[in-house]
Every structure is written in C-alpha cells, then in structure tokens.
C-alpha cells in the first residue's frame, strides 16, 4: 500500500513507510505490521504468529516459516524490517533452533531485497517504554498507547513483533535521504 498523504515538509510529500516487525522462534514466529506516518505517529496494520507443529521435522518446521513469511511479505509488502536480535540463552538447545528460524527469516526478508534491522530485547524495551529492563506488561501496554489501541495485543509474540517494528522505526524512519546517504559510506 503505497498511500500519499497530503502534508508535505520541506517541499516533499510524506509517503508513509510500511515496517514489518519479527520475533523468531521456531514453535512460533510474531509478526507485527506498522505504518510509520511521521514524527512520532504509527498506525496499526496486522500482527500475529506463524506456528509450526512440534511433530514436524526441522527441516519441515523452517520451510513453513519461510513459506508463511514470504506469503506475508506479498500480501503487506513492508519496505523495511525488525528482528529480534539472539541474546544470552541458558538452553544451548533452544538457542540452535532460534538462530536456525533467524537465518530462514533473514534468508527470505533478503530474497524480497528487504534488508533487517537486528535489535536485542534490551533495546526494544529501551525505545518503547523509555526503560531498557521493563517488564512484559509495560512493554505491551507502550505498544498499544503507540499505536492508538484499546488493549494490549495477543497473543505475546505478536506484540513482541510490533515492538520490534516500531524500534526499527524510530531507529530509521527519522533519517532523510540525505542522512541515510551519509550514514551508507
């Protein structure tokens, strides 16, 4: 959706910037779909999971995260991306298949020539709520204020994703072309 607004700063049109926001799993994959407007303004477009069974095989679990994702970048068609990040895990078990599903998603987010923004939970709690060590609750009730919604979002993943989405936002969306060119070389 490649919607024009009407407002114009320094002579130039404001197009609206599609984000799409990742919390890999392998169980379950959030996604969040943003719209950053301007300045500090979002609007709400889809969240959700992707959910694979645990009797499939890796093999099968990855090629449905990579089928359902690729269905979801064509039907919203996001410009940019976040993605949670792999921190510290406890579980070396855990952490393989989390870092397997990262590399399916960050292998099909560049198929579509969308290049990931990778952020920790740490930062994403930070540019939500203000506080880099906020607890769950606060960072879904932030998501909601943000994005003008009555209630937080479920399931958690989903509202994860929409986290990630409006970090990578106000990360980037806040940078001209000018700046962007800069930061590049």
């Given at each position: 959706m490649n919607t024009r607004l009407n407002t114009a700063t320094d002579s130039q049109e404001r197009v609206p910037r599609r984000i799409?926001?990742?919390?890999?799993?392998?169980?379950t994959v959030g996604f969040g779909i943003v719209d950053w407007i301007a300045g500090d303004s979002f609007?709400?477009?889809?969240?959700?999971?992707?959910?694979t069974?645990?009797?499939?095989?890796?093999?099968n679990?990855?090629?449905m995260i990579r089928e359902d994702l690729s269905c979801l970048i064509e039907e919203f068609a996001p410009g940019q991306c976040g993605v949670e990040a792999?921190?510290?895990f406890k579980n070396a078990?855990?952490?393989i298949p989390v870092?397997?599903?990262?590399?399916?998603?960050?292998?099909?987010?560049a198929t579509f020539g969308i290049i990931a923004g990778e952020y920790t939970p740490m930062q994403v709690k930070l540019h939500v709520t203000g506080y880099g060590k906020a607890e769950k609750p606060e960072v879904q009730w932030a998501v909601a204020k943000m994005l003008k919604l009555e209630t937080i979002v479920k399931p958690d993943d989903a509202s994860d994703a929409l986290a990630i989405a409006l970090t990578h936002a106000r990360?980037?969306?806040?940078l001209t072309p000018q700046i962007l060119a800069r930061v590049k070389t």
């Open positions: 799409m926001g990742i919390d890999p799993g392998t169980a609007k709400y477009i889809s969240s959700g999971v992707i959910t069974p645990k009797t499939m095989e890796p093999a679990r990855l090629k792999i921190f510290f078990k855990t952490v870092a397997q599903a990262r590399g399916v998603i960050l292998e099909t987010l990360l980037t969306c806040h």
